[in-house]
């Protein structure tokens, strides 16, 4: 090996510290935290916001806000959105979202943060 040798090794780590990215650091993305939380408010208003109104104040489904969800319990809300409404246009979300996404969405829900989410920039 010369002197130019550490080239040569850092070449060989390039490999390493992709395959640390991936394995390691993306999955604690996937997990949670204000970045989940973020990418989940964009959900409710795309995914569920197409039923739902845009800004949840209800469409073709119920609207979601914390008035309209007054008295349903977090339990009720949780089996709807992984079960779904059989003979409705809702679908169910297990499979696609993880419990701990359900949950999540729940809190933002019952919290008012899914009312009248506003419109993100560049729409």
Avoid: Y
Wanted: aromatic share 2%; with cysteine; glycine share 18%.
């Amino acid at each position: 090996m010369s002197a130019g040798g550490g080239g040569e090794i850092r070449a060989r780590r390039g490999p390493a510290v992709v395959w640390l990215i991936g394995a390691v650091l993306l999955p604690m993305v996937a997990a949670g935290g204000a970045d989940r939380a973020t990418e989940l408010r964009s959900f409710l208003r795309n995914d569920c916001g197409a039923c739902h109104g845009m800004t949840l104040q209800g469409g073709l489904g119920p609207a979601l806000t914390p008035a309209a969800l007054t008295g349903r319990s977090a339990d009720a809300l949780r089996m709807v959105i992984r079960d779904g409404r059989p003979g409705t246009a809702m679908p169910p979300w297990q499979g696609q979202l993880s419990d701990a996404d359900i949950d999540a969405l729940v809190r933002i829900l019952l919290a008012g943060g899914g009312d009248e989410i506003p419109a993100l920039s560049g729409d």
